[in-house]
Nanobody, 125 residues
């Protein structure tokens, strides 16, 4: 059974940084891609970034491309999201999820599952 557990959220001032972690278990990491998502109150869930376990390829949505960096430690089955230059509009619950597809072939809205419980990120102005 695929299980994903997010951690690392918290309260940070605008301009600050946080690193989120997504610990994966129950599957061979190299066979999956892991995506990061967020959902702010009253808004739809937004796909942010993805990393493929097999080849390390990544993709980013434009709103975070120059501020967030996704990485993985395959030995620890953990994916990270380094978030810099945080803005109040980054406030949301952040989730990770998995797909069997490579990131470049995956659709954030359709292809991800096995969601974690989420971690709250709050950015104060």
């Amino acid at each position: 059974e695929v299980q994903l557990v997010e951690s690392g959220g918290g309260l940070v001032q605008a301009g600050g940084s946080l690193r989120l972690s997504c610990a994966a278990s129950g599957f061979k990491f190299e066979d999956y891609s892991i995506g990061w998502f967020r959902q702010a109150p009253g808004k739809e869930r937004e796909g942010l970034s993805c990393i493929s376990g097999s080849d390390g390829s990544t993709k980013y949505t434009d709103s975070v491309k120059r501020r967030f960096t996704i990485s993985s430690d395959n030995a620890k089955n953990t994916v990270y999201l380094q978030m810099n230059s945080l803005k109040p509009e980054d406030t949301a619950v952040y989730y990770c999820a998995s797909t069997r597809l490579l990131c470049r072939y995956s659709n954030y809205a359709l292809d991800f599952g096995s969601w974690g419980q989420g971690t709250q990120v709050t950015v104060s102005s």
